[in-house]
């Protein structure tokens, strides 16, 4: 077992971090015969690869493609996803007989629980003859006169050639989660892209969760867009903010003090529809024709609130009372409603950090510092952040998987 191979004080290769990104380059370079330790401060290994999917996984999603990627350098991702696919990563989960399925939008899950993915990887890097230790903290970092590493920990003293920074950013701190990885890049001359929370909710002023705060828990699709991008998924209700899927999305794109628009009804022309209605059901209310593309909680909530009030009459309007002018303002405030967040709920809710590690400075071939030989980057302590659905898992197997093959 990884975790109970007795410690050397010399390795090829130290990585610090053992999740996603960490362990996959542990599994591939100790495949190539390279002598690999694995140290992770907290007290179990792949901890936010157990917590993810509500459990289950959200292991890599059919579509990944380089668009799927925010980055200051947006090239700097494709290499890697070229050579470790999301085939690749499917590839080895067949292997192991993990059941899975595709819940939406090509998200690939596990049937059953996270932990067969964690399984997985340690049962690779067992076969690989990785050593991998829990609750070791590395308190120093010093590069040697000639070439390679000193490591000071609490488990002890290591030297190593290689040094892998797979630690991740700062989402889920209550999960282990610091900034060590950035400290050791900035301790070697790299320098960080702003980072923030990302794929995270939104907070809301006091006077919008007065009115909204009780839908807490209802959902509905739309499309929320923000800065020139736009997504089609679920928005939640909370009673903080506004969550789900397509806030979650579009937070990544959101700057403070930034308006989101939504569409409550995507996939229409919402005034023809609204000119249909008023052929086919002249006596019904705003507010109960809105509930056939929602629920009537929601429904009746937008139509008491801010420009729809004074346009619907609280909802109550009959549809046929409405001008052609009053039905083109309901059209455009249906499809463009203003969403103005007082900000986020940061990294305890977050899913990834967006931005860290200036990519300029590392190898999109090897991940390898292009200032400071032997030392490398993985994983989301990069400057590279995916979209919601099992993007970011695939560019730590990809990025892990790469690094993995040069140290």
């Known amino acids: 077992m990884p975790l109970t191979r007795a410690l050397q004080s010399e390795y090829d290769a130290i990585i610090i971090g053992a999740g996603a990104s960490g362990l996959m380059c542990a599994l591939t370079a100790g495949y190539r015969g390279r002598n690999v330790l694995v ?42 996803l070229a050579r470790y696919t999301q085939w690749d990563f499917q590839a080895l ?29 340690v049962s690779e890097c067992r076969d690989a003859g990785v050593t991998i230790r829990a609750k070791a903290s590395v308190e120093s970092v010093k590069a040697k006169e000639s070439s390679g590493y000193h490591l000071t920990t609490n488990l002890g003293e290591f030297s190593c050639q290689s040094l892998i920074v797979a630690t991740g950013g700062l989402s889920f701190p209550t999960m282990g989660a610091t900034g060590f990885g950035y400290e050791v890049a900035e301790q070697f001359g790299h320098e960080l892209i702003e980072r923030k929370p990302a794929l995270v909710p939104f907070t809301m002023n006091k006077a ?14 739309v499309i929320a867009q923000c800065n020139g991008q736009s997504f089609r998924e679920n928005i939640l209700i909370t009673h903080r903010g506004v969550s789900g899927p397509v806030i979650l999305q579009i937070s990544s794109y959101w700057q403070q003090g930034d308006t989101v628009t939504i569409n409550w009804i995507p996939g229409i022309n919402i005034l023809e529809w609204l000119q249909s209605c008023v052929e086919q059901r002249p006596k019904a209310q705003v507010s109960t024709i809105l509930a056939e593309h929602m629920t009537k909680r929601l429904s009746h909530a937008l139509c008491e609130h801010g420009k729809l009030r004074l346009v619907t009459d609280n909802g109550r309007k009959p549809i046929v009372q409405y001008s052609p002018a009053q039905l083109e303002e309901l059209a455009e405030l249906l499809e463009n409603w203003e969403l103005k967040p007082t900000g986020t709920e940061g990294y305890k809710k977050a899913e990834v950090t967006l931005g860290g590690v200036d990519t300029a400075k590392v190898s999109s071939k090897t991940f390898e510092s292009r200032i400071q030989p032997g030392l490398y980057f993985v994983g989301e302590v990069l400057d590279v952040t995916g979209h919601l659905g099992g993007f970011n898992f695939q560019w730590a197997w990809a990025s892990g998987h790469c690094a993995g093959q040069y140290i």
């Open 39 to 80: 140290l992770d401060h907290a007290n179990k290994i792949g901890k936010k690869i157990l917590i993810s999917g509500g459990g289950r996984c959200n292991f890599t999603n059919l579509y990944t493609e380089p668009a799927n990627y925010l980055s200051s350098n947006t090239h700097f991702c494709k290499s890697a």
């Open 93 to 121: 989960v067949d292997k192991y007989q993990i059941a899975w399925h595709e819940k939406t939008l090509g998200q690939l899950f596990c049937d059953d629980r996270s932990q067969e993915i964690v399984d997985l990887l």
């Open 208 to 221: 919008w969760l007065e009115h909204f705060a009780e839908l807490s828990g209802v959902s509905s699709e």
